[in-house]
Each structure stands twice: as C-alpha cells, then as structure tokens.
C-alpha cells in the first residue's frame, strides 16, 4: 500500500476499528485497538446492566469519551503512521528492563475493572474505611477513589513514571493503615483482610526494591561521556 496517508486505511477503520492497520500489517497496533475496544465495551455494559452509583457516569460521560477518543485516533493512525509499533510511543521498551514494572502496571488496570464491577454489581456495599463507613455522597467518594488510585497506579507504571511510584506508596501506606484499624476495631472473619494486607506488604518490599526503575535514563550525550 502506498503512502503516507493512507485514505483507504482510514476508510476502512472508520466502520471496522483495526481494520486499517491490519491491511498494512500494523498488527500490534491491531491488537491494542481491539483490547481497547473490548475494555471499553464491558465499562458500557457495567453502566447498562448494573444500576449501580458510576451509572450515569459511565453511560454519559465516561464511555462516550473514551470511544471517541479511541475511535478518532485510531483513524488517524491508519490515516497517517506508516510503521508498525505501539499506538502509545510514550511506554518504555522492554528493553529499559521494566517489564515487570509494567506488567504489575497491567494488573492495577485490570483491578480498577473489578472495582468498578463490585460498585455497580453491589451498590449497597460500604466500603470500611478506619473501621467505619461513610453514607449517602460521601460513601460513593470513598468507594470511587479505589479504581481511580488503581488507574493512576497502573498508567504510572506502565509509564514507569515517579509519579506513579509516588501514587503507589501514598495508597499501599493508606491501605495498610486502613486494613490494619479495620483488623483492630471490626468483627471477623479477618481472612480478606490479612491477606489484602500481607499482600500489599509483599508488594510493597518489592516495588521499594525496584524503586530505581522509577528513576528517569541519563540523556545519550551523558552516557557517551560516561563511557569514555
């Protein structure tokens, strides 16, 4: 196919998403436009089949931005981008020795969706925080910042970003704070939250371990000076 662009391409993507690239072999950006399509799918039918507090959130705001988005851009790379590669340019290669960063990064994205399931699929449930639970706007707040610190987590990591560490110990130092208040001053069964909270230690020893991943590459010229 000749080009840049590639009217055709763009065409296509505009009715079928992913088509475009797939014709000219994009077949990495082919996939991250379909997973993102299917991502968010299932957030419209968490606004659609759960009455839940994110409903009109999702339905009106949330979704229909994200599909947007993601739909004009990957026109514009089909139109536009003549070789293959990562439709987000900006995440670091495996190569910078991160990948176990980004894959944790990957996990936090995917517990953002189980929160915003058990939210939707459970809106009576009250999230305990300090032993004790908040109602009415309050309580929809509290229960709203767990899939946002998730998403925060998770792009900060697959970035790997400081910022995203820095997010990561202000939730694992409120989490085992919060899950510890809740061992001490609630009722049992305590078997969810010891291991939420031994799980997060874990976690934590080993991202403190990791930290210098976090830390930004020296430019090319700082490098070649240290070579020599």
């Known amino acids: 196919m000749s080009g840049p662009p590639y ?21 990495t950006k082919t996939a991250e436009i379909l997973i993102l399509g299917l991502l968010i799918a299932v957030a419209w039918y968490f606004g659609i089949r759960f009455d839940g507090p994110f409903t009109p ?19 514009y790379d089909a139109y536009a981008s003549p070789t293959d590669g990562s439709l987000f ?18 996990l936090f994205l995917l517990t953002a969706y189980t929160d915003l399931y058990i939210i939707q699929a459970r809106p009576e449930y009250s999230l305990k925080i300090l032993g004790t639970t908040f109602p009415g706007v309050w309580g929809i707040l509290f229960k709203a910042q767990s899939p946002i610190f998730h998403v925060m987590i998770g792009v900060g990591f697959l970035m790997v970003k400081r910022w995203g560490l820095l997010a990561y110990l202000l939730y694992a130092g409120f989490g085992i704070v919060n899950a510890a208040v809740n061992l001490a001053v609630l ?18 020893t080993y991202i403190l371990w990791r930290r210098k991943a976090f830390m930004p590459l020296p430019c090319h010229s700082e490098r070649s000076e240290e070579s020599h």
């Open 7 to 27: 009217p055709t391409a763009a065409i296509l993507s505009a009715f079928l998403p992913g088509v475009g690239q797939a014709i000219k072999g994009h077949w």
């Open 57 to 75: 959130a999702l339905l009106y705001v949330i979704v229909p931005v994200a599909a947007v988005l993601w739909w004009g851009y990957q026109i």
């Open 89 to 106: 340019p900006v995440l670091p290669l495996p190569a910078r020795g991160s990948l176990d960063i980004q894959a944790i990064g990957l």
């Open 187 to 204: 009722p049992g069964p305590h078997r969810i939250r010891i291991i939420f909270m031994l799980s997060l230690v874990v976690f934590t």
